[in-house]
């Protein structure tokens, strides 16, 4: 028998051929789940046919590792509606506003959507430090409706959140109607200066730790000084300022927008968030147009505000509580070193003493009880930055330091919501670079642009396929 060899094109066809069913099965399996090609080219007949694969569904296996439950940080409140006295020199001052010509005592709002003991924590650290409670609207981002108001949820649920105890600290509680991404968050925010006539505001992460200047420092006096402010005075001293020699002032940053003052009027002029951009990139987007539109993003001191990713053992220390020591614990622990140990307590985080300037001439005085307290909490809070971004693990695992809330009311998969909100993350960044032809934020001095070249322009970088 003759055998006739293949030409070089039928070769080629034939690879082509075969290259294309691998890429097809590939492309399936990445796409269904690895299902098998019964699964997919049968479908309903796939119910007819002998049982060759494992019975669906097939479930994922469980966490080798879940971190233990979190715990109360300020088990007072869970006793008693008395609360410790702030100190006294943080006291705010009935109607400070009007000193400084302000037409509004200026509202701080604080978005919540998982981490209780954080949250607690960033509003103590506030009133402690002397912002009016009053002043302080949380605004509960869960999208649980009313179950946290009805006291539906408990500690371990993720969207947990204590009414009851924010009323006895004197905060106001405002809901959202859903759960909302970052950049809608933030336009909610500016739909509330519509409804309460807020010709301004001020917006902090929940993710913080506030303290007035008390140590002075630059030029600034101690708290027992004359011409002490507190982190609020300071604000409003910031706000008057803007008001009154920068006709367009849109943001002033605190530590960056862990605390920000927002002008409405320069959010209106711009349209607002960009909402197809839920999270990260949304702020360059955002602050952006901003300076495109001719409005002022500048830098000013207030306090001092920290970024931190774990709680204080007991928040009764902000309020100097004698005999207490400040310490902290992480809300989400990484798993145990060998041998069983869980790394959870600040005893085991390397915090270098806080020197004093040897030019000091107090420096050989007795040393202030009060300044001690301070330096102490001060410490601290460096320490559980130092933590946060140690690099060992990303900065946002406190976010899941909750795993609990099964069968409760508007219950969501813990590691589901995160998986979520990370496919949305970089759908946003895709987004943001498919709308600018640019990655990065530097989209005026780096890529040249101005407003209105949204979604009009090419882009300036390789990207992969689809991109």
């Not at 605390?259 to 409405?264: F, G, R, T």
């Amino acid at each position: 028998m003759l055998i006739t060899m293949p030409s070089q094109r039928q070769v080629l066809s034939i690879i082509t051929v075969a290259l294309i069913a691998l890429l097809t099965v590939t492309t399936l399996q990445h796409f269904t789940g690895n299902r098998g090609l019964d699964d997919i080219v049968l479908g309903p007949l796939h119910d007819s046919l002998p049982q060759v694969q494992k019975q669906r569904p097939i479930y994922k296996k469980p966490p080798t590792y879940v971190p233990p439950p979190i715990k109360d940080n300020f088990p007072l409140l869970q006793t008693t509606t008395k609360l410790p006295p702030i100190p006294p020199w943080n006291v705010p001052k009935r109607n400070l506003h009007k000193s400084y010509d302000l037409p509004l005592a200026p509202p701080l709002l604080i978005g919540f959507t998982r981490s209780w003991p954080l949250l607690l924590q960033a509003v103590t650290s506030y009133i402690t430090a002397g912002w009016p409670a009053s002043q302080i609207h949380v605004i509960e981002n869960t999208g649980v409706q009313q179950a946290n108001a009805r006291n539906q949820l408990t500690l371990q649920n993720p969207f947990y959140l204590n009414h009851t105890q924010l009323k006895t600290l004197g905060v106001n509680i405002i809901q959202t109607p859903a759960l909302l991404s970052f950049a809608q968050l933030q336009n909610f925010y500016h739909s509330l200066t519509y409804q309460h006539d807020w010709p301004y505001f001020f917006w902090s992460h929940m993710d913080v730790l506030a303290f007035s200047l008390e140590n002075g420092g630059d030029g600034l006096p101690r708290y027992n000084e004359d011409g002490y402010k507190t982190i609020y005075e300071l604000a409003l001293a910031a706000l008057k300022e803007a008001r009154e020699t920068d006709p367009r002032w849109g943001i002033r940053f605190f530590a960056y927008d862990h605390l920000a003052l927002v002008n409405p009027e320069a959010y209106e002029d711009v349209g607002g968030w960009d909402t197809m951009i839920p999270y990260y990139n949304t702020d360059c987007d955002m602050h952006t147009r901003l300076i495109m539109r001719g409005w002022s993003l500048k830098d000013a001191r207030a306090g001092l505000i920290t970024d931190v990713g774990s709680s204080l053992t007991d928040l009764r220390v902000l309020y100097r509580v004698e005999g207490m020591k400040p310490d902290f614990w992480d809300v989400n622990p990484p798993p145990p070193e060998k041998g069983g140990k869980l790394r959870r307590d600040a005893q085991e985080e390397e915090r270098p003493m806080l020197k004093r300037d040897e030019n000091d001439p107090e420096a050989d005085e007795k040393p202030d009880p009060e300044i001690a307290k301070f330096r102490a909490l001060e410490e601290t809070a460096h320490a559980m930055v130092r933590y946060k971004n140690s690099g060992t693990r990303e900065r946002y695992v406190w976010q899941m330091g909750q795993r609990g809330g099964q069968g409760e009311p508007f219950y969501y998969n813990a590691q589901g919501l995160q998986d979520a909100i990370e496919v949305m993350i970089e759908t946003g960044r895709r987004i943001y670079r498919m709308k600018w032809g640019h990655k990065d934020c530097d989209l005026i001095d780096g890529a040249k642009l101005k407003l209105g070249d949204q979604w009009m322009v090419e882009k300036d970088y390789f990207a992969p396929l689809g991109d």
